[in-house]
């Protein structure tokens, strides 16, 4: 088994005891059904979210707190913070969601933490050349000391993400993004050159070089055009708060939103996708676009 699809065994809190079994499957050969208890921590309809503190899921997952997705609404009906459920977790190839949610009992839970206040996505419309973050330097999957500051003149796409998210439509989607993007990109006739990819890790802990490295390979990355990057903590956490993502670490388990950025070569600011979707086409016209912006355009905005 990959070193990203093994959860590493941590004693973890687990609110309910642990009864996990595979269902039948359904005519989708990918679809794996999973028998879950857990404890509802947040609803979000608007969102069709629903986040659990869920058991040990097994031969899937530890236990840990997620957001799931709903596909009914009708399933929302009843719940509520610290509600304590049955439920099934249905994961295929490409996405996952919560069905057959049943309410077994309710716990008093103290109220949500506020999130950590999120700076604005780099500020401005330029990235500060004198950011201290942009010359930090992290460290590759190759061990290599790189800064998102090496990178002059190219288009960057940006994202945060870690390798035990083991749920498709969520980490893996935005690799997956990352993939598709750049192996559309290198097949374009006249295409640029001047465009880098950059994957930030925000679990330190367990995404070592060598398992980023291992990562990378599984989804053919060339190192040319993408790297994947970890560091100290506070300083991904930073950089991560400043690009806009919120993350809530407990149990070793990891709750995050999603955040893909598009930097110019100029160093500007052109887009920001706030979701995980299948966003391949949409990254490579942003790049196309991005990487022929230039230091001059810059220049001109500066000395305004």
């Known amino acids: 088994m990959r070193p990203w699809l093994s959860i590493v065994s941590t004693s973890l809190f687990v609110l309910l005891p642990t009864i996990s079994t595979q269902s039948e499957l359904s005519p989708d050969p990918s679809l794996r059904v999973f028998s879950v208890r857990g404890l509802v921590e947040d609803i979000k309809p608007e969102s069709r ?150 994957s930030i890790s925000f679990d330190p802990e367990f995404d070592s070089a060598e398992v980023l490295r291992s990562y990378g390979q599984f989804y053919q990355y060339d190192p040319a055009h993408w790297s994947f990057l970890t560091g100290p903590q506070d300083k991904i956490h930073e950089l991560a708060r400043r690009a806009g993502v919120t993350i809530r670490s407990r149990d070793g388990a990891i709750n995050h939103n999603f955040r893909t950025l598009i930097i110019d070569a100029s160093g500007r600011l052109q887009m920001v996708f706030p979701t995980s979707g299948d966003l391949s086409d949409e990254i490579v016209a942003e790049i196309i676009k991005g990487a022929a912006a230039t230091n001059a355009a810059l220049a001109q905005i500066q000395n305004r």
């Open 49 to 198: 979210i629903v986040v659990i503190h869920h058991e040990v899921i097994s031969n899937y997952m530890d236990a840990m707190t997620m957001p799931f997705t709903v596909k009914d609404t009708n399933e929302f009906a009843g719940l509520q913070r610290g509600s304590e459920i049955n439920f099934e977790l249905h994961v295929s190839a490409n996405e996952s969601w919560v069905a057959k949610i049943a309410k077994t009992g309710t716990v008093s839970l103290p109220p949500l933490a506020a999130d950590a206040v999120t700076a604005p996505a780099l500020d401005s419309k330029y990235v500060d050349p004198k950011y201290e973050l942009l010359h930090y330097k992290f460290t590759n999957e190759l061990g290599q000391a790189v800064s998102l500051g090496d990178f002059p003149g190219q288009a960057l796409a940006i994202t945060f993400f870690y390798t035990r998210c083991p749920l498709p439509d969520y980490c893996p989607r935005l690799s997956k993004n990352f993939q598709s993007a750049s192996q559309k990109l290198e097949a374009l006739p006249n295409a640029p050159t001047n465009w880098h990819f950059l």
